[in-house]
């Protein structure tokens, strides 16, 4: 009997050497890829079972990622694994179709859990935050230009209206691509927009920024 296939995707090859050696000993690891564009490629190519993604990822976030692959294949059963303990990112995976939530200081064992339940297309988020997901979400935020964003949120809108990537608005900053990619969700979760263009369209026709 084959075993199911995982497909990983994480930018930090210390922490997917660790993740492979966790897997592999009940699942089928078909591959590993660094950025999101790439893990849309690979999961075209190799069709694998579960995607096991991050959500910050060079050139493509984990849920730019998933919104391709949902495209192409509706069912495509995705599990995140990211240092963001919020609730707020729980919460737009799945309503973005992730079947799973899992912060990366959790215990292995979760992980583990969290890919057999998507493979029976049921759902799992780290319990830390699964008891404060419960709740109801606030309601969302009013799209007025206004004081919902910091400067440093201000500055990295002004650099993506621009045209630059995280990894060039991290050079200009002197910040990680990771902490730019914070700050883009969070912005997006602001603001109740869901994806890199509707945040640059927003920020020029809000007058944010200069177009």
């Known amino acids: 009997m084959s075993r199911p296939r995982v497909l990983l995707a994480d930018d930090h090859r210390i922490v997917a050497e660790g993740l492979k050696h966790l897997l592999g000993a009940e699942f089928d690891l078909v591959g590993i890829v660094e950025d999101g564009r790439a893990l849309v490629e690979a999961a075209k190519a190799l069709r694998p079972d ?3 993604a991050d959500i910050a990822m060079p050139h493509m976030g984990g849920l730019e990622a998933l919104a391709e692959l949902k495209k192409e294949d509706p069912g495509v059963r995705v599990v995140f694994l990211t240092m963001h303990a919020e609730t707020a990112y729980a919460r737009r995976a799945l309503a973005e179709g992730a ?3 899992v912060v990366k200081h959790s ?3 979760e992980l583990v ?3 057999r339940c998507a493979l029976e297309g049921r759902t ?3 319990p830390a935050l699964a008891g404060d997901m419960l709740r109801p979400a606030g309601r969302e935020a009013p799209r007025e230009p206004g004081g919902t964003l910091t400067l440093r949120q201000r500055e990295i809108l002004q650099l ?3 045209g630059r990537s995280a990894k060039e608005i991290a050079a200009v900053l ?8 914070f700050h883009k969700y969070r912005m997006m979760e602001t603001l109740g927009l869901h ?4 945040l640059i369209h927003f920020a020029i026709t809000h007058g944010i920024v200069p177009g």
């Open 174 to 181: 002197g910040i990680s691509s990771r902490t730019v990619e």
């Open 113 to 115: 859990l969290a890919v």
């Open 160 to 162: 993506l209206v621009a």
């Open 50 to 52: 579960v995607i096991v």
């Open 124 to 126: 799992y988020v780290t």
């Open 107 to 109: 215990a292995p064992a």
């Open 99 to 101: 079947l799973g939530f």
């Open 195 to 198: 994806s890199s263009a509707e």
